[in-house]
């Protein structure tokens, strides 16, 4: 069964907690996204697609490298399937929005104390998401 990716997302971005665990929810949701997408759409289409997921993936690590707790008391939420109804378009815009949104509690996040380990976890996940951003809407080159 599939479902509308919109509002679960809405949700997702706007209650996710702000802190390392918000940051950890929004990537996992973003990665198994951009997979659910990939198996979802033609091989050709799909390749920039998993190369994002791939990049959440390993974004998802660096935050675990500073914090392996994270995946033992975080939400892992998965949207499910694509639902035909929402498209390609939408969804690539969905994830997105969930990558950026973690991107955004990264930001608030370097501005509090943190150690130069925090620090250099969080810059390793910001870049990839960043570039997972960039594969799922086209703006690799």
Do not use: K
Request: proline share 5%; net charge negative.
């Amino acid at each position: 069964m599939t479902t509308l990716w919109t509002a679960p997302a809405r949700v997702l971005v706007d209650r996710a907690e702000s802190g390392w665990e918000g940051i950890w929810t929004l990537t996992y949701a973003a990665g198994l996204a951009a997979i659910n997408l990939g198996s979802a759409v033609p091989l050709g289409v799909a390749v920039d697609v998993s190369l994002a997921a791939l990049d959440f993936a390993h974004a998802q690590s660096a935050l675990e490298w500073v914090r392996p707790d994270l995946p033992g008391r975080c939400a892992a939420v998965d949207l499910g399937d694509v639902d035909p109804g929402e498209g390609e378009p939408r969804a690539r815009l969905i994830i997105d929005q969930l990558a950026t949104a973690a991107l955004g509690r990264i930001a608030a996040l370097t501005a509090t104390d943190l150690s130069v380990r925090d620090l250099a976890g969080l810059s390793r996940a910001a870049s990839l998401l960043f570039t997972g951003r960039a594969w799922v809407t086209g703006r690799m080159p």
